[in-house]
């Protein structure tokens, strides 16, 4: 069964860069969640979208930025890049003929390391 | 305080052993529950999805929620050294777009 695929896998960056970062959801998964996920921590949410709008948004920085595309992807655009940014970033995607309810699937993440 | 706790653990049983996880949350809107498995450096598996009170299972997983309580738990039965992982519990509220709230996880271990 096709998963959650997230771009690229791995990421190396120096401060004040700018990074993006991609998730393609499961075909007919209309809502993606970002997680950011640092060391020995649990997944902490950074915003979601559902139909393209955004729809919640969480401990995600001004200098981050997210949007969901016409083909239901999704891009994470992170400028200004910090030491304190190297995590694993994590994208989610569920269905919404579930209510919103529904299992959520996470993909492999991508890990962003910050020199 | 955080809206979901869980003991971080680590939790050392011998191999066949009953792995017995749990989280407890202060949010009484939550309506969903989950529980998920994750390797190191590797993206959350899902195992369970119960919705409201009861209990389900699924070969050697067993999940139970008592929202009366605002308790659930996950049992794992004849527990394997591929068991050893970090379990993850997380609950929503409901709504498309509704984000996840996670426990912190809790580092299971199992000795062969």
């Known amino acids: 069964a096709a998963g959650v695929i997230q771009s690229p896998r791995h990421l190396i960056k120096e401060k004040r860069e700018t990074a993006t970062l991609k998730c393609y959801p499961i075909?007919?998964?209309?809502?993606v969640y970002w997680y950011q996920q640092g060391p020995g921590q649990d997944p902490q949410f950074l915003i979601s979208?559902?139909?393209?709008?955004?729809?919640d948004k969480g401990s995600i920085p001004d200098r981050f930025s997210a949007q969901q595309f016409s083909d239901y992807h999704s891009e994470l655009n992170m400028s200004s890049l910090e030491l304190g940014d190297s995590a694993l970033y994590f994208c989610?995607?569920?269905?919404?003929?579930?209510?919103?309810?529904?299992?959520?699937?996470f993909g492999e993440g991508s890990r962003l390391t910050v020199l | 305080q955080k809206e979901v706790e869980q003991d971080p653990g680590p939790l050392s049983v011998p191999e066949g052993a009953i792995v017995s996880l749990n989280c407890t949350y202060s949010?009484?809107?939550?309506?969903?529950f989950m529980w998920y498995r994750q390797y190191s450096r590797k993206g959350p598996e899902l195992l369970m999805y119960?919705?409201?009170?009861g209990n389900k299972e699924d070969g050697r997983f067993t999940a139970q929620v008592d929202k009366s309580s605002k308790y659930i738990s996950l049992f794992i039965r004849d527990s394997q050294p591929s068991d050893s992982a970090t379990y993850l519990c997380?609950?929503?509220?409901?709504?498309?777009?509704?984000?996840?709230?996670f426990g912190g996880g809790t580092r299971v271990l199992v000795k062969p």
């Open positions: 989610a995607s569920r269905h919404r003929g579930t209510g919103g309810t529904g299992e959520l699937f």
């Open positions: 075909p007919r998964h209309d809502t």
């Open positions: 979208f559902y139909e393209k709008m955004q729809s």
């Open positions: 949010n009484s809107a939550f309506q969903y």
């Open positions: 119960t919705y409201s009170s």
């Open positions: 997380a609950m929503g509220v409901g709504a498309a777009g509704n984000k996840l709230t």
